[in-house]
């Protein structure tokens, strides 16, 4: 198969996997997107075909391949081609089969037509921009993000952004564009904007708020205009990158094919003071033994093989966001010690202040409703569990503090068990996916001796995890979103009021740092929270046990008990 064949595998497997596979087979989603992508195809203006020559044929082609059974009639396919996707019906459809529509970035960018030929024919320059990265590999995160951008042009979380982008048809080449870009990113765009909307100016500033402007800046000020012009750079940068990566022309990840391996990536932590985000990357290679003893086999770690990506929250430039990632990664190194007198660690006094706040939260609410039968719809009113959303953000830090897991209050592992709620560690370090030869479950559960999987699982008490449930099915992404952001505002008013330094993160972390200086096996730790280290060896969690894990939940949980305890006697 020549590489030309290969490249136009990768997008035809890309569309199929991002579309049909995600749609429903009962209903006429697919073919729904697949018109609103011949829409895409054919708005391309003339003079960039050439530069896609080779996506524009495996786009063509594709979708002649796609012979779709649905119900949709001639008249509507030239509705939908014409006027687009009913977007608001439509992802309302999707979130009935999908909890999160992060994953479904291609349908959603397919779904937000907009009313303007400008914003359209961006769309759709940046939509084969993304086939082109399709098929040079590994840039899943960047055709994730640019199809974002796209699609927030199409409602208020970027409009403001239209007028300072290019008119593409006006343009004869990428390269006429990316200069245009660039000139526009060193413009006074904040004058720009005065002149152009002197009356509406002001109103425009403030509705946009934090996409603009940093909390604590005035208007107007020399202040606001620094920040607006910094942060339409920043935006505007988001559309410079794809051209970079097509010009490149190169995979995101150089690759060194001489020795069989993976990039693994690892969890992503999330830094709530920068709002950076770090994912930890593993060159895993396969290592070769003659002995059947996978001790002897297990690759030893090789920390010039481990990576960190950065991805900075309102990158810049190339060499500033270099810097950022540098110093965001020596922090984060520093906060892995778990050393007493590091800053961004909590102390036992900021912890003792939470759990009497959670613990007054929680308490007044009436547990002994929930699953109460009821045989009149108006007791089923008057009695029924209630609760706002500063009782969710109360539990939200609770489950955080409670087990150190960052995904613990959205998860789908929480389920009732025979003692309690539990949660079930999928904890395996992906050297183990290596080849068939290493069994994934060789790090996360062991059998036992009728080998049936002894699988591992953090607990929960029966209260907490009854009113968790209550609490997630009345919510949607929205409202998830709202309560992360009133956890954060009821920890700064916690700060505010007793002089502490309370974070997300420090709340998080405080499991794993509470049994480092209890002199804890890290392992252990790493097992107990979900974090496997990819780049280093797996063998220290292959004994893991679930009395380990007890272990290490009582102690936390005795200590957390005599906490509140000393609160309550002072």
Not at 11 to 38: C, G, H, R
Not at 103 to 129: C, E, G, M, V
Request: with cysteine; net charge negative; charged share 25%.
């Amino acid at each position: 198969m020549t590489d030309e064949d290969n490249r136009s595998k990768n997008i035809e497997e890309w569309l199929q996997k991002n579309i049909v596979d995600f749609s429903d087979p009962n209903s006429d989603e697919a073919l729904s997107l697949i018109t609103e992508v011949k829409f895409l195809k054919n708005t391309l203006p003339v003079q960039f075909r050439s530069a896609f020559n080779s996506q524009y044929s495996a786009l063509s082609e594709w979708i002649k391949t796609k012979d779709i059974v649905s119900t949709l009639t001639e008249t509507e396919k030239i509705q939908i081609y014409e006027s687009g996707i009913d977007q608001k019906n439509f992802l309302k459809n999707l979130k009935t089969r999908h909890k999160y529509l992060k994953n479904l970035y291609l349908i959603t960018f397919l779904a937000s037509r907009s009313d303007s030929p400008k914003i359209n024919n961006i769309r759709s320059l940046y939509f084969f921009l993304c086939l082109k990265m399709v098929e040079l590999t590994d840039y899943d995160s960047r055709i994730e993000t640019t199809l974002d951008e796209c699609r927030f042009l199409t409602s208020n979380i970027r409009e403001f952004l239209v007028p300072f982008l290019p008119d593409i048809t006006q343009f004869e080449s990428l390269r006429h564009i990316q200069d245009n870009l660039i000139q526009a990113q060193n413009n006074d765009n904040y004058t720009r904007w005065l002149n152009n909307s002197p009356d509406t100016f002001e109103s425009e500033i403030k509705r946009y708020g934090s996409k603009l402007l940093d909390k604590n800046t005035l208007f107007p000020s020399n202040d606001a205009r620094n920040d607006i012009n910094e942060r339409i750079a920043q935006y505007l940068y988001e559309y410079i990158l794809p051209i970079d990566n097509y010009f490149k022309n190169d995979s995101g990840i150089t690759r060194v094919t001489s020795t069989p391996y993976r990039v693994i990536s690892g969890p992503s932590y999330y830094d709530d003071t920068t709002g950076n985000i770090i994912n930890d990357l593993a060159n895993i290679s396969e290592s070769t033994s003659n002995t059947d003893a996978f001790e002897a086999g297990e690759r030893q770690d090789n920390e010039q093989e481990s990576f960190e990506q950065v991805t900075i929250d309102n990158p810049s430039n190339y060499y500033l966001d270099l810097v950022k990632a540098e110093g965001q990664s020596n922090s984060r190194r520093k906060n892995a010690m778990n050393q007493v007198t590091d800053v961004n660690t909590a102390h036992e006094d900021e912890i003792k202040r939470l759990v009497e706040y959670i613990a007054s939260k929680l308490s007044n609410l009436d547990f002994l409703s929930i699953d109460k039968e009821y045989e009149y719809e108006h007791e089923y009113e008057e009695g029924k569990f209630k609760f706002d959303i500063s009782d969710q953000s109360a539990l939200y830090l609770y489950m955080l503090l409670l087990t150190g897991i960052h995904d613990i209050y959205t998860s789908e592992q929480l389920k009732l068990g025979s003692n309690g709620y539990r949660y079930q560690l999928t904890f395996c370090p992906a050297r183990s996916h290596i080849n068939n030869d290493w069994d994934k479950s060789l790090c996360a559960y062991k059998s036992d001796k009728l080998n049936k999987p002894d699988r591992l699982y953090v607990f929960m008490p029966y209260p907490l995890g009854a009113m968790h449930v209550e609490m997630v099915e009345s919510t949607d992404d929205k409202i998830r979103d709202s309560i992360h952001e009133k956890a954060k505002e009821d920890l700064r008013k916690l700060n505010k009021e007793f002089g502490i330094r309370l974070s997300i993160n420090k709340v998080r972390n405080y499991l794993p740092h509470y049994l480092s200086q209890k002199s804890t096996d890290k392992a252990l730790i790493e097992v107990l929270t979900n974090c496997p280290v990819h780049h280093l060896s797996a063998l220290p969690y292959y004994n893991v046990s679930q009395y380990d894990l007890f272990r290490c939940q009582r102690d936390y949980s005795q200590f957390k008990i005599k906490v509140l305890c000393l609160g309550q006697r002072s």
